[in-house]
């Protein structure tokens, strides 16, 4: 990885950028959470919203795994936490008792409020100073990333 002093002299990498920017918009919702006395982490918070943004319809560990891009192992670990602090439950689907179907607590649902103010808070930071055409070039260049990973 190049350092400061290097990056000015040579061309920068889209994906060190990236990674980068990653690491920071972690690190600053890990100061979010911590000034909030917020238990969740980043991945939680984003498992939650998931499972809230899917509840017309059932949502099973596969479905996470897919929508987060994380291995199996991965996935169980998060809901094997998010299970024990009674924020989910997994119940046999009625159609195949080996599959587990993710269902929110009430715990779960009442921190939605909170979640969603951390994001906001987040995006409204990430977006300062950044004008709407600048915004939608940044979306268009990340669309074609994305599909150039396909």
């Known amino acids: 990885?190049?350092?400061?002093?290097?990056?000015?002299?040579?061309?920068?990498?889209?994906?060190?950028?990236?990674?980068?920017?990653?690491?920071?918009?972690?690190?600053?919702?890990?100061?979010?959470?911590?000034?909030?006395?917020?238990?969740?982490t980043l991945v939680q918070t984003r498992t939650i919203c998931f499972l809230i943004a899917n509840q017309d319809h059932d949502v099973f560990q596969r479905d996470l795994e897919k929508e987060l891009r994380i291995r199996r192992s991965t996935a169980s670990e998060i809901l094997n936490v998010l299970e024990r602090d009674d924020y989910l439950r997994r119940i046999p689907a009625s159609h195949d008792a080996r599959l587990k179907k993710l269902v929110l607590t009430e715990k779960a649902l009442m921190v939605d409020h909170q979640m969603n103010e951390n994001i906001d808070r987040m995006e409204a930071l990430l977006s300062r100073s950044i004008s709407p055409e600048d915004q939608e070039h940044f979306f268009s260049v990340l669309d074609q990333i994305k599909k150039n990973l396909e």
Do not use: V
């Open 1 to 40: 990885y190049p350092n400061k002093k290097e990056s000015d002299t040579m061309q920068r990498r889209i994906g060190y950028e990236i990674r980068e920017i990653q690491q920071m918009i972690h690190q600053k919702m890990e100061q979010f959470r911590h000034e909030d006395g917020y238990e969740l």
